[in-house]
C-alpha cells in the first residue's frame, strides 16, 4: 500500500500542476477522486485488511487526499490569476480606483493667502524680472558699489557682459528690484503695490535655503507716515497670523529707506522664550521703512509731493513662523509626511 500510495503522489504533482485550463483540471480531479481512481481502489482495500492494519491504512489514505486537495487549490490560484491577467484590460465592472486628491504647496498657499490679504487694502500684484539689471536691484535704490549685498558672496551674478546704463546682470537677491520699475510703470502715484518673486542668495542653514520667496509691498501716495505702515503691519499679521502674535518695529538701516526698521514677530515654537528658530523669542519678518527720497527720484517720482513705505519679507520664513516649522529647508525636501499635514 506504500508503493502505491508514493505512486499516486508522484502522479499528482506532475499532473496537478501541467494543469492548462479550468476543464483540464476538472478532468484530472475526477482521475485522482473518481471512482475509478487508484484512490478510491486503496480506500475500498481498506475494508479487507486486518483490523489491526485499518486505522493505520485510513490515515494514510486522509494524508494522501489532504495532500491532493492542497495541490488542486493551488493549480486553481494558478489558473484565475493567469486568466484574469489574459482577460480584456478594461472592466467596465470593476471599482474605480480612488485618485488621491493632493493640494498646492505651502508656499503657494501662502502666495494665494498674503495676496488676498493685501488686496483688502488695495495692493496689487505685480511681477518683476527675476534676473534683472544690477541698476534696478543695486543702484537705483540707493544701495553704493560697496555694499556687502553686491559683494559676489552675497549675490548670484550672471556671466554676461555688462550694459552701460544699467551695468551687469544678478539673479535678484531681493524682490526691491520692482520698486523703480513699479514707478516707471505707474508714473503717477497712487501706487499700492505686491511684488512676488523667487530671490537667491549663497545661504543655507535652518532658516535659510538658497532659492526664496520674498513680498514686497509698496505704497506711495500724498501724505503717507509711519502710522500708516504699523497699520498695515498691524493689519497683515491679524489676518495672516492670528491676533495673539505681537509685532514690534525696530530701529535699523537700509540704504533705500528712511527711517527703517526690522519688523520683528514673537516666535510661535517658543512663544517668545528662545529656540532653535528665533534664538531670542523674536523673529525678524523682514525689513521695512519710508521710501528714500533718492529711491522716489530714481522712479521719478516727485519726493516733494509724494511719500511712501517699503517691505519685503520672506515667504518661507512666514510660513515657518506660522506653522511653527523649524527649519524651512523641510518646505524643498519634497516630504509627502510634511507636505501632508497642511
Ligand atoms: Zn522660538
Not at 495532500?67 to 494558478?78: H, I, N, P, S, Y
Not at 491676533?243 to 519688523?263: G, K
Not at 529711491?295 to 511653527?324: C, H, P
Request: with cysteine; charged share 25%; glycine share 6%.
Amino acid at each position: 500500500m506504500d508503493s502505491q500510495i508514493a505512486k499516486i503522489l508522484r502522479e499528482a504533482d506532475q499532473i496537478i500542476l501541467s494543469a492548462k485550463s479550468r476543464e483540464d483540471l476538472e478532468r484530472v480531479y475526477i482521475k485522482f477522486f473518481g471512482k475509478n481512481s487508484d484512490l478510491n481502489k486503496l480506500t475500498k482495500k481498506i475494508l479487507t485488511l486486518p483490523k489491526e492494519q485499518k486505522p493505520k491504512a485510513g490515515q494514510q489514505i486522509n494524508l494522501v487526499k489532504r495532500e491532493l486537495e492542497k495541490l488542486f487549490e493551488e493549480a486553481k490560484t494558478r489558473l484565475s490569476s493567469q486568466l484574469s491577467a489574459l482577460s480584456s484590460p478594461i472592466d467596465p465592472t470593476a471599482p474605480g480606483k480612488r485618485i488621491q486628491l493632493g493640494h498646492l504647496h505651502l508656499v503657494s498657499q501662502a502666495i494665494e493667502e498674503i495676496v488676498e490679504i493685501f488686496s483688502k487694502l488695495g495692493f496689487l500684484l505685480q511681477s518683476y524680472p527675476e534676473i534683472d539689471w544690477d541698476w534696478y536691484t543695486f543702484e537705483s535704490l540707493n544701495m553704493p558699489k560697496n555694499h556687502p549685498a553686491r559683494d559676489e558672496w552675497e549675490t548670484f551674478f550672471i556671466k554676461a557682459s555688462p550694459d552701460p546704463k544699467y551695468g551687469s546682470q544678478v539673479l535678484t537677491p531681493h524682490t526691491s528690484n520692482g520698486q523703480v520699475r513699479e514707478m516707471q510703470r505707474v508714473k503717477k502715484p497712487p501706487i499700492r503695490m505686491i511684488n512676488i518673486a523667487r530671490c537667491y542668495r549663497r545661504q543655507i542653514d535652518v532658516s535659510h535655503t538658497p532659492m526664496f520667496h520674498q513680498f514686497e509691498g509698496l505704497l506711495i501716495d500724498k501724505n503717507v507716515s509711519i502710522p500708516d505702515l504699523k497699520g498695515t503691519f498691524n493689519f497683515f499679521t491679524q489676518n495672516f497670523f492670528g491676533p495673539d502674535r505681537v509685532t514690534r518695529l525696530r530701529p535699523h538701516h537700509f540704504r533705500f529707506t528712511e527711517p527703517s526698521f526690522e519688523v520683528d514677530i514673537t516666535c510661535d515654537v517658543c512663544d517668545g522664550r528662545g529656540c532653535r528658530m528665533c534664538k531670542s523669542g523674536w523673529l525678524e519678518l523682514g525689513g521695512a521703512g519710508m521710501v528714500h527720497p533718492k529711491v522716489l527720484k530714481s522712479g521719478g517720482i516727485d519726493a516733494q509731493i509724494y511719500s511712501g513705505f517699503a517691505f519685503g519679507w520672506g515667504i518661507e520664513r512666514t510660513i515657518a513662523m506660522k506653522t511653527n516649522t523649524d527649519d524651512i529647508r523641510l518646505l524643498y525636501q519634497n516630504d509627502i509626511r510634511f507636505l501632508e499635514q497642511f
